[in-house]
């Protein structure tokens, strides 16, 4: 990591993440990554949320000033309800709402940072949802990026049609390109993003992607937390798709050891590691489907009689189910069935201890990219249920790379029985040649997670873009 010289006094950096932890925390990396490395980071987010973010690392911390903006009351949105992870998905459009009201609070922040050359911002690293964001940005002057998480996302959402696609054969090339990626997502998939790209019946008044089409707009660049190393496919489409350069910010992994930040335990002593430390090496599926859109009872019911049936070990950390009646979602005698080759953990369990654990052989995931950057972190072949939005296209990518499989769905609905669990659990977990052919992709992307000099070399390239661009601004 270059040390700042006297020729290059550090730069003062805006971060704002879009309300949801999944993008919360890999951009607190971002920030203690440039803090790192010198440089001066206001990360902005509402009051509750930055609270529960983990502590900074001791020495990140001096230059990271964590901002907090109050989130507007909306009727209806529950107290306290800052995070998509607090708010029910039928009250999400009033999220949307309460998130967008956040433009007058940013702007008095920004407007007062502007005020003093000593504390005007060299630039606004903004989430691909905050047009608010990237409004203020050019009212005051300062050079915006929009922050992306995944090219195969951005490839599989449909995209403004070309005025003239005879013009240049090269770009009508590209958009073919992600129109063929588009035609790939499943009908059940499309039905989904469909909300996403239309915003009908919202009571925001703007889909998610005119947000992103906006701040596309109003930014000078666009950065992304992916590299041509990890979708080859996808990334080389970027600039010409927006029609904007991008910079690569490498995957933002976290530590390997878990020990990323100081939270006073490890989660050795947690009973589901204690549990994973009497089981045979490699032996056990950890299964995870995240939090922000839990699956149905239905779904819990189906994925749980999977793994009864593929009959190997497992480890589930499983959430309570979209519109439970009672506190036990599973089927009657499931876990007196199951107890001595699994465990199920309702609360929250240490993910990065249980992933780093040798008895963990493979994961059965819903695709979120954190969740995939820490299993690929320690080299798991994947089972894949992806639910909504980016996970589908993560899905296809990592099965395209052969690094695990994708559980059977049905093309309409996208439900899924216990016998497509079982099958694609069985594929992934047991011995033999089609196991072995995961294992050896899934360490082949490991050696891009874990390549600490790679993932460096991105945040060195993309600060002196960073330079390179203001510099050239104020000339």
């Given at each position: 990591?270059?040390?700042?010289?006297?020729?290059?006094?550090?730069?003062?950096?805006?971060?704002?993440?879009?309300?949801?932890?999944?993008?919360?925390?890999?951009?607190?990396?971002?920030?203690?990554?440039?803090?790192?490395?010198?440089?001066?980071?206001?990360?902005?987010?509402?009051?509750?949320?930055?609270?529960?973010?983990?502590?900074?690392?001791?020495?990140?911390?001096?230059?990271?000033?964590?901002?907090?903006?109050?989130?507007?009351?909306?009727?209806?949105?529950?107290?306290?309800?800052?995070?998509?992870?607090?708010?029910?998905?039928?009250?999400?459009?009033?999220?949307?709402?309460?998130?967008?009201?956040?433009?007058?609070?940013?702007?008095?922040?920004?407007?007062?940072?502007?005020?003093?050359?000593?504390?005007?911002?060299?630039?606004?690293?903004?989430?691909?949802?905050?047009?608010?964001?990237?409004?203020?940005?050019?009212?005051?002057?300062?050079?915006?990026?929009?922050?992306?998480?995944?090219?195969?996302?951005?490839?599989?959402?449909?995209?403004?049609?070309?005025?003239?696609?005879?013009?240049?054969?090269?770009?009508?090339?590209?958009?073919?390109?992600?129109?063929?990626?588009?035609?790939?997502?499943?009908?059940?998939?499309?039905?989904?993003?469909?909300?996403?790209?239309?915003?009908?019946?919202?009571?925001?008044?703007?889909?998610?992607?005119?947000?992103?089409?906006?701040?596309?707009?109003?930014?000078?660049?666009?950065?992304?937390?992916?590299?041509?190393?990890?979708?080859?496919?996808?990334?080389?489409l970027l600039a010409t798709l927006l029609g904007k350069p991008v910079l690569p910010l490498g995957l933002l992994p976290p530590l390997p050891d878990g020990g990323r930040r100081a939270t006073g335990t490890d989660g050795a002593d947690h009973a589901t590691v204690q549990w994973l430390d009497e089981q045979p090496a490699g032996s056990v599926v950890y299964v995870a489907l995240g939090s922000e859109v839990p699956l149905s009872e239905e779904q819990v019911r189906e994925l749980a009689l999977g793994l009864e049936l593929a009959g190997t070990r497992f480890l589930w950390a499983l959430r309570t189910p979209i519109g439970a009646d009672n506190d036990d979602p599973l089927p009657p005698g499931f876990e007196e069935r199951t107890h001595d080759r699994g465990l199920v953990a309702t609360g929250w369990v240490p993910q990065m201890s249980i992933l780093a654990h040798a008895a963990v052989g493979g994961f059965l995931t819903h695709c979120g990219r954190n969740s995939l950057m820490e299993g690929l972190?320690?080299?798991?072949?994947?089972?894949?249920?992806?639910?909504?939005?980016?996970?589908?296209?993560?899905?296809?990518?990592?099965?395209?790379?052969?690094?695990?499989?994708?559980?059977?769905?049905?093309?309409?609905?996208?439900?899924?029985?216990?016998?497509?669990?079982?099958?694609?659990?069985?594929?992934?977990?047991?011995?033999?040649?089609?196991?072995?052919?995961?294992?050896?992709?899934?360490?082949?992307?490991?050696?891009?997670?874990?390549?600490?000099?790679?993932?460096?070399?991105?945040?060195?390239?993309?600060?002196?873009?960073?330079?390179?661009?203001?510099?050239?601004?104020?000339?």
């Open positions: 990591m270059d040390a700042l010289s006297s020729s290059s006094p550090p730069l003062r950096i805006v971060i704002c993440p879009y309300l949801a932890f999944g993008h919360l925390l890999p951009y607190l990396e971002l920030a203690e990554r440039l803090a790192l490395r010198g440089h001066a980071v206001s990360y902005v987010s509402t009051p509750r949320n930055l609270a529960r973010l983990p502590p900074l690392r001791p020495a990140a911390a001096p230059r990271v000033d964590l901002v907090a903006l109050p989130l507007p009351r909306v009727d209806g949105l529950p107290e306290g309800a800052e995070s998509t992870n607090d708010v029910p998905v039928a009250d999400r459009e009033l999220h949307w709402k309460a998130f967008d009201g956040l433009a007058a609070p940013f702007e008095e922040f920004l407007a007062a940072a502007c005020a003093n050359e000593g504390t005007r911002p060299h630039w606004i690293i903004a989430d691909c949802f905050h047009h608010w964001a990237a409004a203020a940005a050019l009212e005051h002057k300062v050079p915006c990026a929009s922050l992306l998480a995944t090219a195969a996302m951005l490839a599989a959402v449909p995209r403004p049609p070309l005025e003239h696609p005879e013009a240049d054969p090269a770009v009508a090339a590209v958009f073919e390109q992600a129109a063929a990626a588009r035609r790939a997502v499943p009908s059940y998939e499309r039905k989904a993003m469909t909300q996403f790209v239309t915003g009908h019946g919202t009571s925001s008044g703007m889909s998610s992607l005119q947000r992103c089409i906006l701040t596309e707009k109003r930014c000078t660049l666009t950065a992304i937390m992916s590299c041509v190393e990890w979708e080859p496919e996808s990334f080389p972190l320690f080299g798991h072949p994947l089972v894949m249920l992806p639910i909504f939005g980016d996970q589908g296209p993560n899905a296809r990518q990592m099965e395209a790379k052969k690094v695990g499989l994708q559980v059977a769905r049905d093309k309409d609905d996208g439900s899924f029985d216990s016998h497509g669990v079982a099958s694609a659990v069985r594929a992934v977990m047991v011995e033999g040649e089609e196991r072995r052919g995961f294992v050896a992709n899934a360490l082949k992307m490991q050696a891009v997670v874990g390549d600490k000099e790679l993932q460096d070399r991105y945040i060195d390239e993309f600060v002196q873009h960073l330079r390179s661009y203001a510099a050239a601004g104020a000339n």
